[in-house]
């Protein structure tokens, strides 16, 4: 492929900006509070969740009514938020509805703030660390907590670290879903060395795709919503 037809494929767009325009002009937002949330990190700009990854997300829980989700990456809470606010809508058990955990300290306390600035600091409760060391914590806590769905938005080179991870706390009918995992188009240009910036995680995101679809463990399906997402359901055994 030459330099022109790789340029002409990676975008931000993986399908292309017709659909994707007319797939956006159907979102709406979850709240007023969270709609103003997100054109603000939209203009900052903070990488949340896009505005086609929300409407699947939204359709895709009122199927599986999950009761309890995990995250890795928070970031601002955006995400954190909208999915205790869809569990609200079908679930009125008290507690905590969605754990999230987030790396970096400043992202940590931000999202604190906009998460009780919103009011929803009793429905997701936060965990400041990596990823799969975070799960572990959460195990060390409660062994027998369990999430009905899992949703992995953080660094892509650690996804199957994180995929592993997440299968010790998933629920018997729990579904993991990953974003991003066509970033940008590129783990679809094979035969080409991606550019230094985005090397890692392409090349990262390409040895995952395929793995999630070869183990044998899963039944799994990569979707060309947003910048990418892919649906991984653990196999009965
Ligand atoms: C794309 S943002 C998350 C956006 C959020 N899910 C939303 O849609 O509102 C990714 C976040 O993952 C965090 N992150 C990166 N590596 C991580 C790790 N190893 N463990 C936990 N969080 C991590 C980053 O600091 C960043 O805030």
Same mark, same amino acid.
């Given at each position: ?23 956006? +002009? ?18 900052? @700009? ?8 929300? %409407? ?91 999430? %009905? ?16 991870? +997440?299968?010790?706390?998933?629920? %018997? ?21 991606? @550019? ?42």
């Amino acid at each position: 492929m030459s330099d022109l037809n790789v340029m002409r494929h990676v975008t931000k767009d993986i399908t292309n900006e017709a659909v994707t325009d007319y797939l956006v +002009s159907f979102y709406r937002p979850p709240t007023p509070e969270l709609g103003d949330l997100r054109e603000n990190c939209e203009k900052e @700009p903070v990488p949340i969740i896009l505005r086609e990854t929300k %409407d699947f997300l939204s359709t895709f829980m009122e199927i599986l009514k999950p009761k309890r989700v995990l995250e890795i990456g928070t970031a601002v809470g955006y995400s954190s938020m909208f999915f205790a606010e869809k569990i609200r809508q079908y679930n009125d058990i008290e507690g905590y509805s969605v754990y999230t955990i987030e790396k970096d300290d400043d992202a940590f306390i931000r999202a604190g703030n906009e998460i009780k600035k919103l009011g929803y600091d009793k429905a997701v409760r936060q965990f400041l660390g990596d990823g799969e060391e975070c799960i572990e914590d959460i195990i060390k806590d409660d062994g027998s907590v369990r999430f %009905d769905m899992i949703f992995i938005d953080a660094a892509k080179s650690h996804y199957k670290r994180f995929l592993e991870a +997440s299968l010790k706390v998933l629920s %018997d009918d729990g579904v993991i879903i990953c974003d991003d995992t066509l970033f940008q188009g590129r783990p679809a240009l094979e035969g080409e060395i991606p @550019p230094r910036k985005h090397r890692t995680n392409t090349l990262a995101l390409r040895e995952f795709n395929e793995f999630v679809m070869t183990d044998t463990r899963f039944s799994s399906t990569h979707t060309a919503i947003g910048n990418g997402l892919t649906i991984i359901k653990p196999k009965k055994r």
